[in-house]
């Protein structure tokens, strides 16, 4: 799961192109917080919960399926 510190997301969402003054979008930026591994195979869905904060679930190719509980989330 990778998060953004403090300031990850820039003061505006868009900017002018410097060539043909389009607007396009500006990244915030990711730092690592917690390296877990789900799978030995690739994940081919991932859900966050909408109503349960930090809860989530995953599937993958090895036939798993995964109930996941992350905690702390207000302290990143």
């Known amino acids: 799961m990778s998060v953004g510190k403090e300031g990850s997301y820039p003061s505006s969402r868009v900017k002018a192109d410097d ?14 917080v ?3 591994t789900l799978s030995t195979q690739p994940i081919c869905s991932f859900d966050w919960n909408a109503d349960k904060e930090g809860l989530l679930t995953s599937c993958s190719f090895d036939q ?9 989330l207000k302290t990143l």
């Open 34 to 36: 917690q390296n877990v």
């Open 64 to 72: 798993t399926i995964r109930v996941c509980i992350v905690s702390k």
């Open 19 to 32: 060539e043909d003054k389009q607007n396009v979008g500006v990244m915030g930026t990711v730092s690592l």
